[in-house]
């Protein structure tokens, strides 16, 4: 007959009772206590999930960036497999759609970085109605309705490349763009990249926002067209761009992106404007159709967990929002810098503002006039 040692006699007893009292709540573990925000009947969601086996995402963030937070995620739920798919946020948006309509299997999470198509698809009632017990713990602005969660706090930067672009060349504030715009063409006249607001959701995102919050933003814009701006769809095929000196200097991108591609690459200068810092956050929600909602709830609260946050932060560098994580990449290290100059976009329906199909027609014709980018 067997005989049963307790956890106190046995270091292999210690060491597993010690991994479920640090590791996450949704780990299985058959005595581990849930901390106080989590609900009793957690253990039954996180039951549910392991019987359904796996949870679909549908993500904008490239898998090479959330690998290691897929790896542990995976490790803490035994059973649970996350098939990731990597889409660019426009494909996102419509494949989700398309799939929804013909009744066909979709995702069971979106994690876009398209705010404003994330909010349009929870206020379109496409969102499942979820309070994480992880709510707490982001700021009010990033939640709304216990159905679409904010789960980075990202910038919108400047990026360029050191041997083109130094000392007083390095911009420092919006109208530091303009004014090298307008004063060196001859030196930056096909050298500058931003988005294809047409192609890029996020970069849409971030040139409507623009124009809410910068007075002179059409005159930006302008001042792009005359230099030939290069347009392009993707942060990283901008970075690479700038790092090879094809283009000198690259306005409004993603700032996680640059940043990481900088830690490695010395020729990348990487600006937080100092007049002010558009930051976005990666929207995530539970399909109201999801195959597997209970594994969807768990990889959601993993995601705004601390340990989800912090693993964001220090291998994604996608800069967490919680003001609990510390590190580099982090909202609380940027607010430290920047103080009021942050300009979080909030997780909230003014979002659709420029989703109403006139207003996004007509800002598109102005930004196609003024970029010179005539279709």
């Known amino acids: 007959m067997a005989r049963f040692i307790p956890a106190a006699a046995n270091p292999r007893g210690r060491l597993a009772a010690l991994a479920c009292a640090l590791a996450l709540p949704w780990l299985q573990c058959a005595h581990a206590e849930l901390p106080p925000e989590y609900p009793g009947a957690y253990r039954a969601i996180a039951s549910a999930a392991r019987d359904e086996g796996r949870v679909v995402v549908y993500s904008t963030t490239d898998l090479s960036a959330v690998a290691a937070l897929i790896r542990d995620f995976e ?3 035994p ?19 398309a799939e929804t309509a013909a009744g066909k299997p979709s995702a069971d999470v979106l994690w876009s970085s ?22 707490g713990s982001l700021p009010d ?16 930067v400047f990026v360029y490349n050191k041997h083109f672009v130094s000392g007083d060349d390095v911009p420092a504030t919006h109208a530091d763009i303009v004014r090298l715009l307008t004063t060196q063409r001859a030196k930056y006249a096909g050298n500058v990249t931003t988005y294809d607001i047409e192609k890029s959701a996020v970069g849409f995102l971030f040139a409507t926002q623009d124009s809410r919050v910068q007075t002179n933003f059409w005159e930006l814009a302008r001042a792009l067209g005359a230099n030939a701006v290069e347009l392009e769809a993707n942060t990283s095929v901008m970075v690479q761009r700038i790092a090879s000196g094809k283009d000198y200097l690259g306005y409004n991108l993603i700032g996680s992106y640059a940043l990481t591609r900088a830690r490695r690459d010395p020729s990348i200068g990487v600006v937080l404007p100092r007049d002010y810092t558009l930051v976005m956050s990666r929207i995530a929600l539970i399909s109201k159709t999801a195959s597997h909602p209970n594994a969807a709830r768990l990889w959601l609260d993993y995601l705004l967990s601390r340990r989800g946050q912090g693993l964001l932060s220090s291998h994604s560098e996608l800069f967490s929002i919680r003001d609990d994580v510390p590190g580099e990449y982090t909202a609380a290290t940027l607010r430290k810098e920047l103080g009021s100059r942050l300009k979080a976009i909030a997780v909230a329906p003014p979002l659709l503002v420029f989703l109403d199909r006139a207003k996004q027609q007509e800002f598109l014709r102005r930004w196609r006039r003024e970029t010179g980018d005539v279709k």
């Open 79 to 97: 059973g649970v497999k996350v098939d990731y798919n990597d889409l660019n946020s426009t494909d996102l948006h419509q494949r989700f759609l």
């Open 114 to 135: 398209a705010m404003d198509l994330q909010m349009k698809l929870a206020n379109d009632d496409y969102a499942a109605r979820y309070k994480s017990p992880e709510a």
């Open 75 to 77: 490790q803490r739920n």
């Open 141 to 156: 602005w990033a939640v709304w309705r216990d159905t679409a969660y904010g789960t980075t706090f990202e910038p919108a």
